[in-house]
T-cell receptor, first 114, second 114 residues
Framework: AQKITQTQPGMFVQEKEAVTLDCTYD???????LFWYKQPSSGEMIFLIYQGSYDQQNATEGRYSLNFQKARKSANLVISASQLGDSAMYFCAMREDSWGKLQFGAGTQVVVTP | GAGVSQSPSNKVTEKGKDVELRCDPI?????LYWYRQSLGQGLEFLIYFQGNSAPDKSGLPSDRFSAERTGGSVSTLTIQRTQQEDSAVYLCASSLGTGKTEAFFGQGTRLTVV
């Protein structure tokens, strides 16, 4: 069964606008971590942000913030003030601490337009 | 080295030949992951190591695929009797394990089977 679901295959966003990338997950493990990665056309995987299942506050890293809704099993990434360099594929991932395996969603392709 | 190192970066092989892909993780990282990524697609999980053991090898597509890790460090992914559908980028990642520790990715090996 799919553990990580990203329902948006692609999105267009205008420069300076905010964009929300959806991610839902499925786990019965009480302890887990959620990650977002960015993959530009160069192919490298760049870590963006982490949210732990026990963290009380939503994670933030610069222009990236994670809207964590535990009861809904949702971990949406918000990119504020989009820049042309934000054009990339974005992957949501989860690691269940009891197992350790890092699983990825299918990704969302973001294109930032001037 | 400072990061995850994969070799070779590119490999072209003839159908039916065996190939070995190497991953050198970050020193001290106990968890090591192999993924496969076809053009424009998401990350397909192959196998996960914790130390030298592989708690999860459920993603290996067939018995032509095998992987090992020695000394809790270097890992080798072997594909026997390569087929054209094996053509993809093979990504390796390592992490400290559980908790707030992201996985760091190598640059990948681009495998082309002709």
């Amino acid at each position: 069964a799919q553990k990580i679901t990203q329902t948006q295959p692609g999105m267009f966003v205008q420069e300076k606008e905010a964009v929300t990338l959806d991610c839902t997950y499925d786990t019965s493990d009480p302890s887990y971590g959620l990650f977002w990665y960015k993959q530009p056309s160069s192919g490298e995987m760049i870590f963006l942000i982490y949210q732990g299942s026990y963290d009380q506050q939503n994670a933030t890293e610069g222009r990236y913030s994670l809207n964590f809704q535990k009861a809904r099993k949702s971990a949406n990434l918000v990119i504020s003030a989009s820049q042309l360099g934000d054009s990339a594929m974005y992957f949501c991932a989860m690691r269940e601490d009891s197992w350790g395996k890092l699983q990825f969603g299918a990704g969302t392709q973001v294109v930032v337009t001037p | 080295g400072a990061g995850v190192s994969q070799s070779p970066s590119n490999k072209v092989t003839e159908k039916g030949k065996d190939v070995e892909l190497r991953c050198d993780p970050i020193s001290g990282h106990t968890a090591l992951y192999w993924y496969r990524q076809s053009l424009g697609q998401g990350l397909e999980f192959l196998i996960y190591f914790q130390g030298n053991s592989a708690p999860d090898k459920s993603g290996l597509p067939s018995d032509r695929f095998s992987a090992e890790r020695t000394g809790g460090s270097v890992s080798t992914l072997t594909i026997q009797r390569t087929q054209q559908e094996d053509s993809a980028v093979y990504l390796c990642a390592s992490s400290l394990g559980t908790g707030k520790t992201e996985a760091f990715f190598g640059q990948g090996t681009r495998l082309t089977v002709v």
